[in-house]
């Protein structure tokens, strides 16, 4: 079952403008995490969010976490043309892993 | 400090065939995760394996799929008589703690490409 979704599926911004990414998820979980994947690549581990936090920041990234709507957002902040990637959301609810959601293509136009 | 290494990084099978996918996780980590991705999909989990023990394989198909992770060598995650469906690509990621506590990241290798033709 698709526990984290993240939305949109596609977004596309001009270099420096700021990029919000959304995800939503189905039952209650500890944590939850944010990844970045680049073409042909592995996904690359970016924040990790706990239940009772409600917001974290790390460099131009910042994270929003909202338990009670059961979703999160990440927002990078002054995009750069490396910041295009696959972003996705991942929740440790259920008995099957680390559950990721389809993700947001992010394309930063130079 | 060498990351998670899988090989090989492409793959190319006959339908039939056998598909032997193989990841050394991060120096420390004793948690070792496989991961199937589709194109233009997230990652759906298949197993969850510590060392000489399958701890979840919840998302592993019932018949060809099978994992190890020996006491010594890389995890190796094997198909069996592969078919066009199983073209993918197969990620494994490691941890230093277990998986249900989750306060540590997955560090994920660069995946192999399966190509079943």
């Known amino acids: 079952s698709q526990q984290g979704e993240e939305d949109p599926q596609a977004l596309s911004i001009q270099e420096g403008e700021n990029a919000t990414m959304n995800c939503s998820y189905k039952?209650?979980?500890?944590?939850l995490q944010w990844y970045r994947q680049n073409s042909g690549r592995g996904l690359v581990h970016l924040i990790l969010i706990r239940s009772n936090e409600r917001e974290k920041h790390s460099g131009r990234l910042r994270v929003t976490l909202d338990t009670s709507k059961k979703s999160s957002s990440l927002l990078i902040t002054a995009s750069r043309a490396a910041d295009t990637a696959s972003y996705f959301c991942a929740t440790d609810a259920g008995a099957d892993g680390l559950t990721f959601g389809k993700g947001t293509h992010l394309i930063i136009q130079p | 400090n060498a990351g998670v290494m899988q090989n090989p990084r492409h793959l190319v099978r006959r339908r039939g065939q056998e598909a032997r996918l193989r990841c050394s996780p991060m120096k420390g980590h004793s948690h070792v995760y496989w991961y199937r991705q589709l194109p233009e999909e997230g990652l759906k989990f298949m197993v969850y394996?510590?060392?000489?023990?399958?701890?979840?394989e919840s998302g592993m198909p019932k018949e060809r799929f099978s994992a190890e992770f020996p006491k010594e060598g890389p995890s190796i995650l094997r198909i069996q008589q592969v078919v066009r469906g199983d073209s993918a690509a197969y990620f494994c990621?490691?941890?230093?703690?277990?998986?249900?506590?989750?306060?540590?990241?997955?560090?994920f290798g660069n995946g192999t490409r399966l190509t079943v033709t």
């Open positions: 039952t209650s979980i500890n944590n």
């Open positions: 990621a490691s941890s230093q703690q277990g998986a249900y506590s989750y306060n540590s990241p997955l560090h």
């Open positions: 394996l510590q060392k000489e023990n399958i701890i979840d």
